[in-house]
């Protein structure tokens, strides 16, 4: 058995959150390589590191003093080393780091520093090897990850280590050029740590006890989710779920390896796996209610639509020439209506207009601001009947007007499109006949 651990920023904050994830790590012979992010906030008002060193180096890139932000930065990690007990210094790293900002480094540099320095601590503290993520974790050219060329070095280079800490959140260039991925990027980090050892689990360690079925700030203390496919929780971080980075799925989902989200400050729990296919049902017929607000629906009208070959075609190439993607494409027998992101849509939208009107001759266009969308996102309704039957006398019992209605033919979603301001109300409705109801 070989286990993949990673260790989000408030499972690190402090040396008390440390010791505990030293714990964790002891406990199990099998937690063989540790993917640590920088130190998180360690009360609702701190500030995360990665922050503190995005804005120190912003003060060095404009050419000013940024030595009071950088003894901040120092401060924290030599509390973290001092309640640890440890005789590391991290002097000579942090001179460098000093010389590097002068010297304009970059900002990923910059913010990569974090997960530099406190995987040092993390493989002092463990004894474990330290490598680091710059050496092994590659980006093209085009600033792509190389996902090929990085698993077949890891895996050689992890060949070499039977324990290690291997910073998260950044990697380089072929030229050692450092580059991070986007924020929380840890995550993925572990992900690829976790395919190149072949690793039996990627345990993500944070501070929740999982994956809620609903997010906790429309629905108090909602049920955690046990068990989710990849396909699920991809569809459900699409639409806001944000346990874990929308990208980490993919380097273990090549080698069908589980993940389970684990919570440090409550180890005994089981916390939520995902996992490619499973015969366990979920136990509401749901797995998860995510949804976003902030949509603009653009309905076009066309006499005969149906008939005319190519006309979706025309109207998304208006789209496309604006540079705006679309979310859904619902359509009648002479109308099509476009989801668009409205923040994205609303400065182009007169173009957008203009340009349907040119490439495909409408009858009418009519746009519909400050709509929600909500996905309804299980593997068991496929098996169940009257699932969608279910939501929508919910929805209907909560003066809930549904605006719009998408069910793929995976049937794993159901789209619903509500006014912003019936959000939280459907989201409650939709939980309530489906948990509420059975506990
Ligand atoms: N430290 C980085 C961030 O704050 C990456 C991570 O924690 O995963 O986004």
């Not at 060949?159 to 929380?184: C, N, Q």
């Not at 690793?199 to 609903?214: C, P, Q």
């Not at 066309?302 to 496309?320: C, T």
């Amino acid at each position: 058995m070989k286990k993949v651990v990673k260790f989000g920023g408030s499972s690190l904050a402090s040396a008390e959150q440390f010791k505990k994830v030293g714990a964790i790590i002891k406990a199990d012979e099998s937690r063989a390589y540790v993917v640590p992010s920088a130190p998180g906030k360690r009360n609702s008002s701190d500030t995360k590191v990665t922050d503190l060193l995005y804005g120190c180096y912003n003060l060095a890139e404009a050419g000013k003093n940024f030595e009071k932000q950088l003894e901040e930065i120092k401060a924290r990690y030599a509390e973290i080393i001092d309640g640890l007990s440890l005789t590391l210094s991290l002097d000579k790293q942090f001179e460098q780091i000093k010389k590097d900002f002068e010297a304009k480094a970059g900002k990923d540099y910059a913010a990569s520093r974090g997960e530099f320095l406190n995987s040092i601590i993390m493989a002092n503290y463990l004894g474990y090897d330290w490598i680091d993520a710059a050496e092994v974790v590659l980006f093209d050219e085009n600033g792509e990850f190389d996902s090929e060329v990085t698993n077949e070095k890891l895996s050689k280079v992890l060949e070499e280590h039977e324990k290690a800490v291997i910073p998260g959140f950044y990697g380089a260039y072929a030229d050692g050029k450092v580059k991070t991925f986007s924020r929380g990027g840890s995550d993925i980090t572990g992900s690829i740590v976790a395919r190149a050892a072949k690793a039996d689990v990627y345990e993500n360690w944070t501070d929740v006890s999982g994956i809620y079925i609903t997010d906790p700030r429309i629905i108090e203390n909602p049920v955690g989710i046990e068990t989710v496919t990849y396909r699920e929780l991809r569809e459900l971080s699409y639409m806001g779920f944000s346990v874990l980075h929308e990208d980490a799925i993919f380097p273990v989902r090549r080698e069908g390896i589980p993940i389970n989200i684990k919570n440090t400050n409550r180890p005994e729990d089981e916390g939520t796996w995902i996992v490619e296919s499973t015969c366990q049902k979920s136990k509401y017929t749901i797995t998860g209610i995510a949804g976003k607000k902030g949509f603009c629906a653009v309905n076009v009208d066309k006499e005969k639509m149906n008939s005319e070959i190519g006309y979706g075609r025309k109207i998304l190439q208006a789209f496309e020439d604006n540079g705006i993607s679309f979310e859904h494409m619902p359509s009648g027998i002479d109308t099509m209506t476009v989801f668009v992101h409205q923040d994205e849509f609303m400065d182009k939208e007169q173009q957008v207009v203009s340009a349907i009107h040119r490439i495909a001759k409408p009858d009418l266009i009519d746009i519909e601001a400050d709509l929600a969308l909500i996905a309804v996102v299980g593997r068991g309704m496929k098996s169940t009947r009257g699932t969608a039957g279910r939501i929508f006398s919910a929805l209907a019992h909560a003066n809930v007007n549904v605006k719009m209605i998408d069910q793929g033919s995976s049937e794993l979603n159901i789209i619903i499109g509500v006014e912003n301001h019936d959000f939280e109300t459907a989201i409650k409705a939709i939980y309530d006949i489906f948990v509420t109801a059975r506990v």
